[in-house]
């Protein structure tokens, strides 16, 4: 399903803006990046970008080479290509990839489920779960999940409120470890534990750290073992999660907006964006898709949309040879 959008055309020195059925991108640099929403396959589309990821290395959020077939409509994936060429009209822009990334927010088993708001609950997290998200292995959507069924949960996360907006979820048989995603909070370092959200963590001694400070958004790993449930005294990772497209990269990047300063000044999934003209409508906690070009660590927009809904505002798209019956 679509969801509602609003264009919003910047002008900003240097930097082309526009409107149109595919994305606006600024001056071609020597590589691009997005992070966003599969709506699409065959090539991966993201952000309005067919991306062609016919040589692309493919990774999962673990560092495990996987294939493009492992890629499916609804994650959440970081993309490196070469330029970005511009779509108009109902032609989507173009790239060819040359890595994409994918990984899920959540997994471990449901512990609450709301019809009426729409949300489950895992991990302590609530899961908003809007028309349009993709599901595997729950043919009736949100109304066949089930308390204790073990899902894993792709989705945007809104550091401001450390909720998730899903944009893909999947039955799972069993888990190999749980997994969650948030702002970690009151980490002591000495008793080695911290919080996400209500949801009190524990790392064991020989846990992997890379940059769990207060008020960093992180990923974290822990052990499931059937019958207990997931290790939240054992947890075995604890990853930061930022993004850093190459310097000079044509950047597309779909999230929620954190650190506002102003219409002008504000951060995209960890990275400082600055944007040539104020506009209205923007502020902690409003999911926007922002492109433009990396210029000394910061992205210089030159269009921000104001996005709702799980899922881009393109149409879902499959690219393939057709086949037929036997």
């Not at 803006?17 to 691009?32: H, L």
């Not at 190459?246 to 951060?267: R, V």
Request: proline share 4%; with cysteine.
């Amino acid at each position: 399903m679509t969801t509602l959008s609003m264009v919003i055309a910047l002008a900003v020195s240097a930097c082309g803006g526009g409107g149109g059925g595919g994305p606006v991108v600024g001056p071609t640099g020597s590589s691009g990046a997005a992070t966003g929403v599969v709506t699409g396959l065959g090539s991966v589309i993201v952000n309005g970008v067919r991306f062609d990821d016919g040589t692309a290395l493919i990774r999962d959020d673990s560092g495990a080479t996987r294939t493009r077939s492992d890629l499916k409509l609804g994650m959440v994936v970081d993309v490196t290509s070469g330029p970005i060429s511009p779509g108009s009209g109902d032609t989507l822009g173009a790239a060819t990839a040359t890595r994409v990334q994918y990984g899920s927010s959540i997994k471990g088993p449901v512990t609450a489920r709301n019809l009426v708001a729409g949300t489950l609950t895992v991990l302590g997290q609530t899961i908003t779960v809007p028309a349009g998200v993709a599901f595997d292995g729950y043919p009736s959507g949100l109304g066949g999940v089930a308390i204790n069924d073990l899902i894993e949960v792709h989705a945007l996360f809104d550091p401001t409120t450390q909720t998730f907006r899903g944009t893909r979820i999947e039955k799972a048989a069993s888990l190999a470890e749980c997994k969650v995603v948030g702002v970690a909070q009151s980490v002591d370092r000495t008793a080695r534990s911290f919080v996400i959200r209500s949801l009190g963590l524990s790392y064991t001694a020989g846990a992997t750290l890379n940059g769990l400070n207060n008020a960093t958004t992180v990923k974290v790993r822990m052990p499931y073992t059937p019958g207990l449930g997931c290790g939240t005294s054992a947890v075995t990772e604890v990853s930061a999660l930022t993004s850093s497209p190459a310097e000079g990269a044509q950047a597309e990047l779909d999230g929620f907006i954190t650190d506002y300063i102003g219409n002008t000044s504000f951060k995209v999934n960890g990275l400082p964006v600055r944007a040539g003209t104020a506009i209205t409508g923007l502020g902690n906690g409003v999911r926007v898709e922002v492109e433009g070009t990396v210029q000394s660590g910061v992205l210089v927009a030159s269009r921000v949309e104001l996005r709702s809904g799980a899922v881009s505002d393109d149409r879902i798209r499959l690219y393939g040879v057709p086949s037929t019956a036997a």
